[in-house]
């Protein structure tokens, strides 16, 4: 499809859903072209890298600007990173959000704190979109968290592999 006389990529989101209503969502993030800087597998256990460290750091950080937002799992991988985040209004707390602020801040607080530990102001991390899928039952949950925590046992496998 063309705008403004560009080719530009449709959105994979759903047309007319509330990205901020409570609700648990699964997300994918990329490295800028799959390039392997977050993670090594190593006898199919992970190992971080310093740039994989900071994202982890940001990630367990992202409750202090959205304090309705929960944690769940997540897997640094060599080239992306899978997570579960949870949006949970119980709090009652008026500002809302929704995954792509999350998402948008987690790349960028990740970024300037890798571009200042290499000391490169223009290093690319990220592609510039992400996967989400919705999270809509108990069921898919537990699915979703055993993809995630066995993803590095089939990383020779995955579609993003790229040794």
């Known amino acids: 499809m063309k705008f403004q006389n560009k080719y530009r990529i449709e959105s994979s989101r759903l047309t007319n859903y509330d990205y901020s209503q409570s609700g648990a969502y699964f997300i994918t993030i ?7 800087i977050f993670s090594n597998i ?4 992970i190992v ?13 950080n992202l409750p202090n600007y959205y304090p309705n ?5 997540i897997v640094i991988m060599p080239n992306h990173i899978h997570f579960i985040i949870i949006i949970n209004d119980k709090n009652e707390i008026n500002k809302k959000y929704n995954i792509s602020e999350v998402v948008g801040n987690l ?8 571009r200042t530990f290499l000391d490169d102001s223009k290093f690319e991390v990220w592609q510039s ?4 899928r919705i999270i809509r ?5 537990l699915n979703v968290r055993n993809y995630i925590e066995c993803n590095p046992l089939k990383w020779n496998e995955d579609e993003y592999f790229n040794p």
């Not at 990329?30 to 392997?36: E, L, P, R, T, V």
């Open 30 to 36: 990329c490295s800028k072209n799959k390039k392997c």
């Open 107 to 114: 790349k960028s607080f990740a970024t300037r704190n890798i």
């Open 137 to 141: 039952n108990e069921v898919e949950l």
């Open 42 to 45: 190593i006898e199919n256990s």
């Open 69 to 73: 937002l929960e944690l769940d799992e």
């Open 129 to 132: 979109r992400f996967y989400d």
């Open 48 to 60: 971080l890298t310093e740039i994989g460290e900071l994202v982890l750091k940001v990630w367990y």
